[in-house]
């Protein structure tokens, strides 16, 4: 496709087919007009970097995320572990059932047991068997504010992980690489903290009421209005709980007869909130854009399954950054598709609002987009500013319709005064109405820290997931034994990270999740980034088979420039 | 570009045999003979099992590899002298059949 029909395509007009004889359907065949349909093009085997080639025009500055393959070895030696550690499972558990060793965990009654079996399928095995050996890489008690560093409670353990002591000691200071804490206003002390204490010593702490009975402070209004013009939309709603925003709105949103197409890997939050609704969900393969133009035109020309009506509404959910890949949503190809096929939009910004963009005004800033083409737009004040809570944003007439149908606004406690105070506080700061260039100068820092520590680790030679612009960053780890080493090194070098496994990910795709964050200094990554190379080196993480030469297979390396 | 040359199936059997320890100061054998025990903990996923289970799952592996050593040992030669008596009939005392038919 030219470039001007894919700016005809943004402005919304529909492509016209031509009168010209040449592209009129001829013998009844309809000619392909979708403007995303490439031809397969050879990829090289062992990487799949996703660049913005398919249409330039509608990205202003590149777009470069990669996702490695699994080397096939890795892969192998992974399911291998796994298989010998649910062996080692199954006689365990076959002890614990001849009660050869002491059971820990949760077992059916003796009169239970003719029923059927509350705790046989494959995920209570796994939590038993695989989770509880090294469930002491999580949950750990933190006893400070998780900034930039905080104070962990010291745990041991005399049982493998059953129970936990606390020695009444306290690990000082540890960097903290898996807090949410983009921009850096998880802090006890400053302008947020104090304001939140002269909201308290006005408004008290709890609300005691839903939002349409008498839990509407002035406060609350103060802060929807703020949080539309930080978006850049007419009105927007907040809410106590991000999860329950999702949740609770998407029912409110679509019903039956509606359809909603959403990623791959969205968040529960969004999962939970489409079954409710009771809509037909199909789901599109992750950030492809083929596959979801694939799904519209299927929807628009079948309609419904089995009447063939049309749909009453076509709901497109996606995230703004996917936190478990580190990936950007390509928000203008979803645009130009949503506008060609009448589709409505529902944009889950939690973890990009504050994070990306020049102005720190999320994904839609990040691209240089309208607010306005997005109709629903969603997020959570939980991660970039510091506090808790979710919001909608849109037309107005969305926003009055949420506030008398949404379970959320009729049934859920308002959102208390301090933590209102704390959002309203940070986002005048990130907004700069605060008079200070603070804003400015932790976004400017987050997007240095962002693309310094991505550089270093992928120089390194690990295998990172994602955009090149995202503040979050995973890291593979793939053996099971690996999850738990890598945590527990980390946390020996005072560093806390956070280990991801099966069911969150993949169950070969297990992971190393650092969320950077403004409040780090350059030292503070410098020593975070010799540990993880550290430990790197001491657990042979570094998979990656990019250009770089292997320094320790020298020799092997001079043979091959002599063959060239 | 020429370091590319070689393919991941062919370098990583070698990894194997000289694990690239080569960012890693050793200051003896000992250290890098525990720094591989620790490696093998690790990939077959071991590491997480409590002392009891690594030392069940040691010695099954242990015994498998000393069976196969000794089969080796044993059987091997045996059998690779026969299949060379079976493709080169002109091994070990036979006699040729055009000597005997010249005589």
């Keep these: ?564 | 570009m020429g370091v590319r040359v070689l393919s991941w199936y062919f370098e990583t059997p070698l990894l194997f045999a000289f694990p690239p320890a080569g960012r890693m100061n050793f200051k003896n054998m000992r250290e890098y003979l525990a720094w591989l025990y620790y490696q093998y903990l690790l990939i077959t996923g071991i590491y997480v099992l409590e002392p009891w289970e690594k030392s069940i799952f040691n010695s099954v592996l242990f015994s498998a590899i000393a069976m196969v050593v000794y089969t080796s040992y044993v059987f091997v030669p045996i059998h690779v002298r026969l299949a060379l008596e079976f493709f080169f009939e002109n091994f070990g005392g036979q006699p040729e059949s055009t000597m005997a038919l010249m005589n």
């Design chain 1, 1 to 564: 496709m030219t470039e001007s029909s894919a700016t005809k395509l943004l402005n919304g007009d529909a492509c016209r087919r031509t009168l010209n004889g040449k592209n009129a359907s001829k013998n009844g065949y309809v000619k392909n007009h979708c403007p995303f349909q490439q031809p397969q093009k050879y990829r090289r085997s062992g990487e799949k970097k996703q660049n913005a080639t398919h249409n330039p025009s509608l990205y202003k500055k590149p777009f470069m995320e990669s996702f490695e393959e699994t080397p096939l070895l890795v892969a192998v030696l992974t399911y291998m572990g796994y298989g010998i550690l649910t062996v080692f499972g199954y006689l365990r558990d076959f002890l614990r059932h001849w009660n050869i060793e002491k059971c820990h965990v949760a077992r059916e009654r003796d009169e239970q047991k003719d029923f059927v079996p509350l705790y046989q399928d494959f995920e209570n095995f796994y939590t038993r068997n695989l989770y509880m050996r090294i469930r002491d890489n999580w949950n750990r008690p933190i006893c400070s504010v998780p900034g930039a560093r905080m104070d962990l409670v010291e745990r041991v353990t005399h049982n493998y992980n059953w129970t936990f002591d606390h020695t009444g000691k306290v690990v000082k200071d540890v960097i903290n690489m898996g807090s949410y804490n983009y921009l850096g206003f998880a802090e006890s002390t400053g302008t947020c903290a104090d304001a939140a204490i002269e909201a308290t010593q006005i408004y008290g702490v709890g609300v005691g009421s839903t939002r349409c009975e008498m839990g509407n402070l002035d406060i609350h209004e103060e802060l929807e209005e703020l949080v539309a013009r930080f978006l850049g939309v007419e009105a927007s709603m907040a809410f106590g709980m991000g999860f329950a925003t999702n949740s609770m709105n998407i029912p409110a949103l679509t019903g039956k007869g509606c359809l909603i197409l959403s990623d791959e890997l969205n968040h529960a939050s969004l999962v939970l909130g489409a079954r409710l609704s009771g809509s037909t969900i199909r789901v599109f393969k992750h950030n492809n854009m083929q596959s979801l133009e694939k799904l519209l035109r299927d929807a628009i020309v079948h309609g419904q399954p089995r009447t063939h009506r049309p749909w009453k509404k076509i709901l497109i959910v996606v995230e703004g950054i996917y936190s478990m890949e580190g990936s950007i949503i390509r928000l203008p190809e979803v645009i130009a598709l949503k506008k060609r096929y009448k589709a409505y939009l529902y944009l889950d910004e939690a973890h990009s609002i504050g994070a990306l963009g020049p102005n720190g005004r999320g994904v839609v800033d990040y691209f240089g987009l309208d607010p306005k083409d997005v109709d629903i737009m969603m997020g959570t004040f939980t991660k970039s500013f510091g506090a808790a809570g979710g919001y909608i944003g849109g037309k107005k007439e969305l926003i009055d319709y949420l506030r008398s149908h949404s379970h959320s606004a009729l049934y859920a406690t308002s959102m208390s005064p301090p933590v209102v105070q704390q959002i309203i506080t940070s986002m005048k700061i990130i907004m700069g109405e605060d008079g200070s260039t603070l804003g400015a100068d932790r976004l400017r820092q987050l997007s240095e820290n962002t693309n310094y520590f991505r550089r270093r680790l992928r120089e390194m030679g690990f295998i990172i997931y994602g955009n090149d612009d995202s503040p979050v960053v995973p890291l593979m780890l793939y053996m099971p034994a690996k999850i738990g080493a890598f945590g527990r090194e980390m946390l020996k070098r005072n560093i806390g990270t956070v280990v991801v496994g099966f069911p969150a990910t993949p169950i070969i795709e297990s992971r190393a999740r650092f969320c950077v964050s403004a409040a780090h200094t350059r030292e503070m990554l410098d020593t975070a980034l010799e540990a993880i190379s550290e430990v790197g080196d001491l657990l042979q993480l570094k998979y990656s088979r990019r250009e770089q030469p292997l320094p320790s297979l020298g020799w092997m390396s001079e043979e091959s420039l002599l063959q060239d």
